[in-house]
C-alpha cells in the first residue's frame, strides 16, 4: 500500500473533493466523540450538517496546544481508549505533556506517510536505515522506524545518543539512510571526520527533522558527510514527523494533503492568506481517528507553495519554517516555554527574585541552555551552602518539569539589565533560519 504516487498526484479538483469527503466525515465524528470540539461548534451556532466541504473549512472553530493541555491525558480522543495503540507525548505550555493517542489505522497511515517519503527518495528494500531520533514518548524514532520497515528496509532502532557508538554502528552494520535532527546530524558528521571514518561510511542520504535547520547547515552537513540531506517536518499534535517531507528536489516539503488540510493564517488577524504569504500554519486531520484535531493552530511562520513541483506531485509544498507565532524555543530537540521557567523560580520562594534571563546558544553543534537569576539581598547575604542548594534544587525542578538540563547561574540582584518595555527574557544566539 505503501507506493503511492497516484495519490500524490491527484488533479487538484479530484484531491479537493476527497478532502471535502473526508472532512465532513470527520466533523460528524468529532462532533459526536470530542466534547470540547462539539462545544466549540455549538458557541459558533453551527453543526456539522453546515460544513459540506473544504469551501466550509473556514468557518470551523480553531484547536491550541492549550486544549490538550485542559483535555489531559485523553479527553479528546475520539475513539474509545479499547481501541488506542498507541499513545506519544510532548512538551506543552506549562508542565504538563500533552498527549496523542493512535489507533491501529493511525499507525497504518503513519508509516504509510514516512514509506511515502522514503519512496520518493529512492530508498529500496535494500536500504539499510538507522533511526537515530529517540525512542520513547517522543514521535521521532518510532515514527520514522515504522516507515522504513514498511518497505523493507533494514532497520537499525539505535535511538539518538553515545555518538562513537552510532559511527560504529554506521560502519559496521552499513547504514546507508541516517534519521535524526539536523543538529546531531551535523554534530555526527563533524565527529566522523575527526575520526577519519567519512570514506568507511556506505552513508548516501540522511533525513532530518524535528527542529529548525538552515540551508547553510544542510550544506555543511552534505558536505562532511558527502550525502544529500532532506527535511522532514512534524508535530505530535497532528501525526508526529511525515506531516511533510521533501521529495528529490530539495525545493520545499510536499503536504501529505490527502490526510492534511493546510491554511496559513495571520496570526493577529486570524483571516486567511493566499497561498504564498508568510503566516501561521493551521492543520486539521482529515483521516485520522484517535487524535484528530480542527484547524489547529501550530504557531509554525511558514509559506506554501501552490506552483506544480517538477517531480510531478501535486501535494502542496511548504516552506522551512521561519520562526514562532508564540515563544517556544527547541533546544536540543525539546520544546521549551518560557511560561515553564518562570512557573519554577515563582515556586522558588523569596530567595530569589523573578529577575531571569535565558541564554541559548550552539556550541559545537550542541545546544548551551543557561538561565541566570538574581537573588535576593538575603540570599547574597548568606552563606555558601544556602546559595548552592537553591541553586541545585532550582536546577533539578526545571529539569523535572522541561526534560532537559539547564545550567543555572544565580547573579547578584539588579546585575540583569532591566528593559524599559517588555523584558527581553530570552536571548537566542543560535542562527536558526
Ligand atoms: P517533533 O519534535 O516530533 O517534530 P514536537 O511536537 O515535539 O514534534 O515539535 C514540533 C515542532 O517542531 C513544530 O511545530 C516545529 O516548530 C518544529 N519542527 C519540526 N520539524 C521541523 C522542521 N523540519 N523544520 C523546522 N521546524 C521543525
Ligand atoms: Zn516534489
Not at 537499525?156 to 545518543?161: C, V
Given at each position: 500500500m505503501y507506493y503511492q504516487k497516484e495519490q500524490e498526484c491527484m488533479p487538484r479538483s479530484e484531491l479537493v473533493k476527497l478532502q471535502s469527503e473526508r472532512l465532513v466525515a470527520q466533523v460528524k465524528r468529532m462532533y459526536n466523540n470530542v466534547e470540547c470540539f462539539r462545544n466549540r461548534m455549538n458557541e459558533k451556532g453551527l453543526k456539522p450538517e453546515d460544513i459540506h466541504g473544504v469551501e466550509d473549512l473556514h468557518k470551523l472553530p480553531f484547536s491550541y496546544k492549550t486544549d490538550l493541555r485542559d483535555y489531559y491525558p485523553y479527553g479528546l480522543f475520539a475513539s474509545p481508549l479499547s481501541d488506542i495503540v498507541r499513545v506519544h507525548a510532548s512538551s506543552g505550555t506549562t508542565g504538563k505533556r500533552i498527549v496523542v493517542g493512535y489507533t491501529r489505522n493511525d499507525l497504518d497511515l503513519w508509516s504509510d506517510m514516512m514509506a511515502r517519503q522514503l519512496v520518493a527518495l529512492g530508498v529500496t528494500k535494500d536500504d539499510v536505515v538507522q533511526v537515530s531520533f529517540g525512542y520513547g514518548?517522543?514521535?521521532g524514532g518510532f515514527g520514522a522506524h515504522a516507515g522504513a520497515e514498511k518497505i523493507g528496509c533494514l532497520v537499525?532502532?539505535?535511538?539518538?545518543?553515545n555518538t562513537a557508538r552510532q559511527i560504529e554502528t554506521m560502519i559496521d552494520f552499513g547504514t546507508t539512510v541516517l534519521y535524526c535532527t539536523p543538529s546531531y546530524a551535523m554534530y555526527l558528521a563533524e565527529t566522523a571526520e575527526q575520526m577519519g571514518v567519512i570514506d568507511k561510511l556506505k552513508l548516501r542520504m540522511g533525513i532530518f527533522g524535528a527542529e529548525p535547520w538552515t540551508e547553510e547547515m544542510r550544506q555543511k552537513i552534505e558536505k562532511t558527510f558527502k550525502i544529500k540531506a532532506y527535511d522532514v517536518y512534524g508535530l505530535t499534535e497532528i501525526l508526529g514527523p511525515g506531516v511533510s517531507g521533501e521529495c528529490q528536489y530539495q525545493a520545499g516539503m510536499h503536504i501529505n494533503e490527502d490526510h492534511f488540510i493546510p491554511e496559513i493564517i495571520d496570526p493577529e488577524t486570524l483571516e486567511v492568506l493566499p497561498y504564498g504569504e508568510v503566516g501561521e500554519l493551521v492543520f486539521t486531520t482529515i483521516?485520522?481517528?484517535g487524535s484528530p484535531i480542527i484547524r489547529?493552530?501550530?504557531r509554525d511562520l511558514c509559506q506554501l507553495i501552490a506552483e506544480p513541483c517538477k517531480c510531478g506531485r501535486t501535494h502542496l509544498r511548504m516552506k522551512?519554517?521561519?520562526?514562532?507565532?508564540?515563544?517556544m524555543l527547541i533546544i536540543r530537540g525539546v520544546n521549551v516555554f518560557p511560561s515553564q521557567i518562570e512557573e519554577v523560580l515563582l515556586k522558588s520562594g523569596n530567595a530569589i527574585t523573578p529577575n531571569y534571563q535565558i541564554i541559548v546558544d550552539r556550541v559545537d553543534n550542541t545546544d548551551t541552555f543557561d538561565i541566570l537569576v538574581e537573588m535576593s539581598s538575603d540570599l547574597v547575604a548568606s552563606d555558601i551552602k544556602s546559595i548552592v542548594d537553591i541553586q541545585n534544587k532550582i536546577k533539578a525542578d526545571l529539569r523535572t518539569i522541561l526534560g532537559i538540563g539547564a545550567n543555572v547561574k544565580l547573579v547578584s540582584p539588579n546585575s540583569i539589565t532591566r528593559s524599559e518595555g517588555k523584558a527581553k527574557r530570552v536571548i537566542d544566539n543560535r542562527k536558526l533560519v
Open positions: 514518548l517522543f514521535t537499525i532502532p539505535n535511538s539518538s545518543g483521516t485520522k481517528e489547529y493552530r501550530t522551512k519554517p521561519q520562526g514562532r507565532s508564540d515563544d
